[in-house]
């Protein structure tokens, strides 16, 4: 699951003419449900969202209070494009929870943000529709929020093991005297080139 979290002076929600939801001061929070997302994922999402400290304490100190500490409002917006990947230069969302699952699941993850703060300052989007966002980033201030991959399920890991592993037997051995005589036979081609793909790693839950 993937958040887009802004701090805001306010922020509201239009569809067609009529504006549905509105907030003053607080966080606008854009959701994007995976096909693979879990009420785990869920509540880590809630969790963080309700819980990370963007705004300064009574003090001034910058970095201090959460949104439930300040007792500001939050304004959700379900957006299955946070789930976006690119083929060439087309966007593909075949990775976003179909609107079917979603919907229930999003509003699950709104009941468990009102029933964790103060229901009233819990505002929503309408899910599924053609919305005109208006957001007022306050800083800006904009926090790229995901939650950590589910654990790789033991068994899987196994059989990939083992096809692996039946692939090293049989592939040929490269110091084998064939392969000697292969290379001393074979000349050098001057434009050849060998490269290796890197690995990148994932991020570590904060």
Known sequence: MKAIIQRVTKASVTVGEEQISSIGRGLCVLLGISVEDTQKDAEYIVRKILNL??????????????????????LCVSQF??????????????????????????NSILEQMRNTYKPELIKDGQFGA????????????????????????????????????????????????????KATQRPKDPNASSGAEGDVSSEREP
């Not at 230069?89 to 929870?97: E, L, R, V």
């Not at 201030?141 to 790789?152: G, H, K, M, Q, R």
Request: aromatic share 6%; net charge negative; charged share 30%.
């Open 53 to 74: 400290r963007v705004f300064e304490d009574e003090n001034g100190r910058a970095w201090s209070r959460s949104v439930m500490d300040k007792e500001l409002e939050v």
């Open 130 to 181: 053609y919305m005109q966002v208006h957001i007022q980033n306050d800083g800006p201030v904009t926090i790229e929020l995901e939650s950590p991959s589910a654990p790789a399920d033991p068994k899987q890991v196994a059989k990939l093991e083992k096809q692996q592993q039946r692939k090293e037997k049989t592939r040929p051995k490269g110091n084998s005297d064939s392969g000697k005589d």
């Open 81 to 106: 494009t946070l789930q976006c990947i690119l083929k060439g230069n087309k966007p593909d969302f075949h990775t976003a929870m179909p609107a079917e699952m979603a919907q229930p699941f999003y």
